[in-house]
């Protein structure tokens, strides 16, 4: 298979930062369109992964599954786009096709392993997939969306990650009207949790460590803040939320907040921390709850949530940086400073 190189930025070891190098694409096959990156979202998986936090990083890494960009070239068959049109690409660019999680369109399950944007394995090149940090990508145009016109390309990409994420659970537990919603964490994921709840039309709870956030959370659209460090707020409020997205990816309690959960309750980790979160049988059994976990969505799930976002005008909120700050973002990620999702301008790369 004839190939071609583009610019991009990655780790070459976990102890490593990112830096240029040169990277292989395929050119395109029958079936796939390339894509001129125009901007990508930097997710906390990228910096997991960028230093091997989950022990499975193939390096050279170059991360980046919250592209948005313009189609330059598509193959014979496609028939889905054309050339100038602005996508999206997110965490996959493949899967099996054939199992029962890919035949009732949930990829993102898929029984063999779903192909990740980064970090998985290029079955036309026999080696491991690169990421959106970097110049182009080619994609098959199954795994390829379509950003609505209305939005901000540069605060839509978060959605291609943070806001499925997010969407996912909220819509599989018919989060809606008449629900009480809590949104653990108000960060990256979870700023994308109470504006896309309260769109559905849920009461919205956000639950925090930080008095410091809720102003913001007031802003993004939360009806009321609990604080989860004053012990008399959290008993006020103890089995009174419906369902509750847990989006924090830091060891914390989760018994506290499992006991603010109704009978019946689920509370769902979208979430990735590091080590086990230690939970208590009798935090589930007396009111018969629930503890889940979910991942991204998929294809068809995603571009329900990005034309549920054109609808409702819903982006991320983004602070927009040139590739060369990507270690300073990822050292400002670690601590938690940043509102709420950096996004590279690619056109830096390019220059």
Known sequence: MSTFTVKAFGAEAADSDLKQLAIVRRTVTSNDVEIDILFCGVCHSDLHTARNEWHGSIYPVVPGHEIVGRIIQVGDNVDRFKVGDIVGVGCMVDSCRECESCRDGLEQYCEKGNIQTYNGQDVHLNKQTFGGYSERIVVDESFVLR????????????????????????????????????????????????????????????????????????????????????????????????????????????????????????????????????VAAFSLIPSRKTLAGSMIGGIKETQEMLDFCGEHNITSDVELISMEEINDAYERLLKGDIKYRFVIDMASLKN
């Open 147 to 278: 950003i609505p016109e209305n939005l901000d390309l540069a605060a839509a990409a978060p959605l291609l990650c943070a806001g499925i994420t997010t969407y996912s659970p909220l819509k599989h537990w018919n989060v809606g009207p008449g629900k009480r919603v809590g949104i653990v964490g108000i960060g990256g994921l979870g700023h994308m949790g109470v504006k896309l709840a309260k769109a559905m039309g849920a009461h919205v709870v956000v639950i925090t460590t930080s008095a410091s956030k809720v102003e913001d959370a007031r802003r993004l659209g939360a009806d009321e803040i609990i604080l989860s460090t004053d012990e008399i707020q959290m008993q006020a409020n103890a089995n009174s939320l419906h369902f509750i997205l847990d989006c924090v990816s830091a060891a914390h309690d989760i018994n506290s907040y499992l006991s603010l959960l109704k009978r019946d309750g689920s509370l769902t980790l979208v979430g990735a921390p590091e080590h086990p979160l230690p």
